[in-house]
């Protein structure tokens, strides 16, 4: 984000921060391609997501009294989308165990082509992100989908950079395996 | 072999960037160096391509609308209470209590409206309290000035000066509810009682006051 984008985005919290709720609107706008996303990516589904994404806006606007600008607007409403889809994900099912990992890397040597029908890449790749453990997806979704420095992803999860690093490398090795098994990838 | 992934990693992070062309070397002289490389780079060109989503056209207006309303003002409270529309919620058992009550109503303001001259009206005093207008008339045709005097004026003969209409002259009174004694005074000097008083008081001078009774 330039500059300019940064003075004109510290107005508007500005006058929201002053009881100017329409001022709010420009920021949701702005905004709600990342909160939709991250939520649709960490969750699998549209509607859920849908409703966590707004929900996460409401939350930010009854905390935005307390923002203080230490860091981007985007970063903090980042980890409270994430937060809630953490949230989510613990009351819904329990994401893919360690040995079922170990599982899909033996066999997708094995079967390479038997689900190479399985429908369109899009879906075929949230079904990989849904197989992966939720701090490998976090990761990869703010890495490679909101394409995100390794700074400011330490920042929204408060994770180290070398940690994220071997989050994403697991992570990456992980989907493509995942990828190759639902026959999308080779 | 282990080294040689994590440079590929190193890569997709682009974190390589002095030796990006030895490792890019590395990994095109060796096949399956290679194919972890291809492998690794479509899943994370499949991330990058596919992984946006476009949230619901009406995302926007669907959060403005379930903001909190900002906190409003008393005299803003005031004027939402005064003019701003509201649903009535009512039941049967209401409709007929609200009905029964305006009959009785009726019924105790046309009882009341009984008892004034049919000329009467009911205006307030000042203190609130109500009063009831009396039309007094009185037929001299050949008077040159009519007054009335009584305890509601202290008797006194010149603060109510009567008006001529064809020979019959009349005034009308604010009269709080109560009993009210008076006689007219023709051309200043002759004391005539109220032909058509409903009933008479003896004053004490071999005179009779009518008498009048003002309800509401």
Redesign the interface.
Known sequence: MDALVQDDEHDIIKRCQD?D??S??VI??RY??L???VA??MLGD?ET??DI??ES??AA??GLRHFRFGSKFSSWLTSIVLNKCRDHLRSRRPTVGIDEIAEIRETRRRNPEQEASAGE??DA?QKALDGLPTDYREV??L???E?LD?KSISEILGVSVAAL?VR??RG??L??AL??RSG??? | MKKDI?NI?RL??G?AAGEKEAIIRQIQDDPVLRKEF???S???E???Q???????LA??A???R???S??ESLAGRLKRFLFGSRVLRWNMAAALAIVLLTVVTTILMMKQLTHLDPNSVSPAFPSGEQAAMVRLTFVAPDARNVAVAGNFNKWRTDSHVMTRENGTWTITLPLKPGVYTYMFIVDNKQWVTDPHAETYRDDGFGYQNAVLKVAI
């Open positions: 009881g709720s329409d709010y609107a949701v706008d709600q391609t909160a939709y996303t649709c990516r549209a997501a849908n994404a707004q806006f409401l606007y009854e890449s899009a790749l990869l979704i890495k490679h989908i394409e390794y690093k994403a490398h990456r090795e989907l493509r990828l190759e999308v990838t080779p | 994590t990693h997709l992070d974190d291809d492998d690794l479509a899943a994370v499949l991330l990058e596919e992984g946006r989503m476009q949230p619901p995302f926007t669907s959060v403005m379930k903001l909190p900002p906190a």
